[in-house]
């Protein structure tokens, strides 16, 4: 599970700051995505929670998107493909959120952590809001066409990220009791 975390928590980071050459993204937001599904899989393994299940599909299908995305803007460079990818990547990325955040909140209910739980459930419900506005102010701008709405997006998508980014850490950090995990599997 903390290897699986970290490895999110690269994949989110790598999906969000980008290096680029020129117009060129040298790792496109999809080498992140790619990560995060695989994580995401890793801790299906061991956990096999149905939040964990839905959580690797919306990573995997925001891969894609952002695969399409990539691709549409080297070979078209048309902005109304990546208006549409962009709106189906802001409901995918807000599910994969969700129940990520649910099966995290799972897997510590499962191990006894009760209190955690809660103070992660209110997290996640922050989460949900804030990611909400971001797809508000995003639509919005896509619709009017606006930089400045845009900007107000990207800059709370930033904060987003790395507030899950925290999350994340803090949640791997949460020492769990092995014999739980061994009962379990019995």
Not at 23 to 38: D, K, N
Not at 52 to 62: F, G, I, N, R, T
Request: hydrophobic share 50%; aromatic share 12%.
């Amino acid at each position: 599970m903390k290897s699986a975390c970290k490895t999110i928590m690269w994949g989110l980071f790598l999906s969000t700051f980008h290096i680029n050459v020129g117009e060129f993204q040298i790792l496109p937001a999809f080498v992140g995505w790619l990560m995060i599904a695989r994580a995401v899989e890793e801790i299906m393994k061991e956990y096999s929670l149905h939040a964990y299940k839905k959580a690797h599909l919306y990573a995997s299908l925001v891969a894609i998107e952002t695969i399409l995305s990539f691709v549409l803007n080297l070979l078209v460079r048309s902005n109304e493909y990546i208006q549409v990818l962009t709106l189906i990547y802001m409901i995918f990325n807000l599910l994969f959120i969700y129940y990520f955040m649910e099966g995290s909140l799972e897997y510590l209910r499962i191990h006894g952590k009760h209190s955690e739980a809660e103070h992660y459930k209110r997290i996640q419900l922050y989460f949900i809001i804030f990611c909400v506005m971001i797809d508000i102010i995003g639509g919005i701008s896509l619709v009017t066409g606006s930089g400045e709405w845009n900007s107000v997006a990207g800059g709370m998508g930033i904060i987003l990220v790395l507030s899950l980014m925290i999350t994340i850490k803090n949640i791997k950090n949460i020492e769990v009791d092995q014999q739980v995990i061994e009962g379990e599997e019995a």
